[in-house]
């Protein structure tokens, strides 16, 4: 693939639909305000069962999911989506500020989810993480 080829596709997804669910309003604002700069639309669920409602009804290039929240987690989510057979369907980047073990990690990427990204955050990191998950 060109150089031009590249870019011309980086610019065609340029634009993502874009589900962050973090019970942590503060976290959630941030974000929102910088990804909708960046041009992406946002949706925002600050708890796991929302969260879970909107993924079974909206569609999502790339869902940012905090893996610690009270009540229904992103463990929870993951595992009902799991459930159903539908978790490799949805592009979900764990994000966490939890004290999560590497072997943790890699289990949940083994078992559907695209990748992680830990908490506090490079936001332009986590920007570029959010496109080039969005792109596989």
Known sequence: MTDTNKSNQKEEMKSLKILIIDDNEQIT????TFLELKD?????????????????????DVILLDLAMPE????????????????????????TAS?????????????????????????DLLHSKLIDTASL
């Open 99 to 123: 004290t999560i073990t590497q072997e943790e990690l890699d289990d949940l990427v083994k078992r559907g989810v695209m990748s992680y990204i830990l908490k506090p955050v490079d936001i």
């Open 40 to 60: 992406h639309k946002c949706t925002v669920a600050n708890d796991g069962k929302e969260g879970l409602d909107v993924i079974k009804e909206n569609r999502h």
């Open 72 to 95: 229904f987690d992103g463990y929870s989510v993951i595992k009902d989506l799991e459930e159903n057979n539908t978790l490799k369907d949805h592009k979900i980047i764990v994000f």
């Open 29 to 32: 604002k941030m974000l929102t």
